[in-house]
């Protein structure tokens, strides 16, 4: 089976720089997606990393080390509206690729 | 537009009584998937689709139905048989079920009264 752990809770200011990070352990890593939930609402993709190292995209960064089972998400620049949970989720090679989702970091920003 | 949209945003349940949770999207998508999520926990895959008329159980499909009669519908009956309902449902799609991301609907949350 998968088992991913993530801190339940963060608060960081805003207008810093945080780090969430996601330990798994699989068999058949096929790739890690991080999503971002608000409260009461549907999960938005943010990022999918499969390979060793830095993914970039805007104010967010995504880390992977496979070989270590560890990812993290980097939120920069914090904005309150970054207040959400944030999901990691792990892939598995198969006939059905199937994704395993970790309980989720909820994030708040304070002014 | 494209999207995944599902209906009702809010839906309650008697004691005894099936209900049925619909779920569509014009993507063009092979695959879908029917999640639950409770407080505290990660999302949980109830079933899954790879493509039209054929679906499978994920991890927790007992006192649930799916059917798959159109690429673009995958509704979910949650039965009388599930005893503990209550919780956020929420829909997803992929191009498959391959290395594609999932893409998800709004979720309909379910009450029981």
């Known amino acids: 089976g998968q088992n991913i752990d993530q801190p339940t809770e963060m608060t960081a200011t805003e207008g810093a720089i945080v780090q969430i990070n996601c330990t798994y352990q699989?068999?058949?890593?096929?790739?890690l997606f991080w999503y971002q939930q608000h409260a009461g609402e549907a999960p938005t993709f943010l990022s999918y990393?499969?390979?060793?190292g830095l993914e970039e995209k805007g104010r967010f960064s995504s880390f992977l080390s496979r070989s270590k089972g560890y990812s993290y998400l980097l939120l920069k620049e914090l904005q309150m509206k970054d207040s959400a949970s944030y999901l990691c989720?792990?892939?598995?090679?198969?006939?059905?690729?199937?994704?395993?989702f970790g309980t989720g970091t909820k994030l708040q920003v304070i002014p | 537009d494209g999207g995944i949209t599902q209906s009702p945003k809010y839906l309650f349940r008697k004691e005894g009584q099936n209900v049925t949770l619909s779920c569509e999207q014009n993507?063009?998508?092979?695959?879908m998937y029917w999640y639950r999520q409770d407080p505290g926990q990660g999302l949980r895959l109830i079933y899954y689709?790879?493509?039209?008329?054929?679906?499978q159980k994920g991890d927790i499909a007992e006192g649930y139905s799916v059917s798959r009669e159109k690429k673009e519908s995958f509704p979910l009956t949650v039965t009388s048989a599930q005893k503990n309902p209550t919780a956020f449902y929420l829909c997803?799609?992929?191009?498959?079920?391959?290395?594609?991301?999932?893409?998800f609907g709004p979720g309909t949350r379910l009450l029981v009264l």
């Open positions: 997803a799609s992929s191009i498959s079920t391959g290395v594609e991301t999932q893409y």
């Open positions: 699989t068999s058949g890593f096929n790739g």
């Open positions: 990393n499969v390979l060793d």
């Open positions: 989720a792990v892939r598995v090679a198969g006939g059905y690729q199937k994704v395993t």
């Open positions: 993507l063009n998508h092979d695959a």
């Open positions: 689709s790879q493509i039209v008329n054929d679906f």
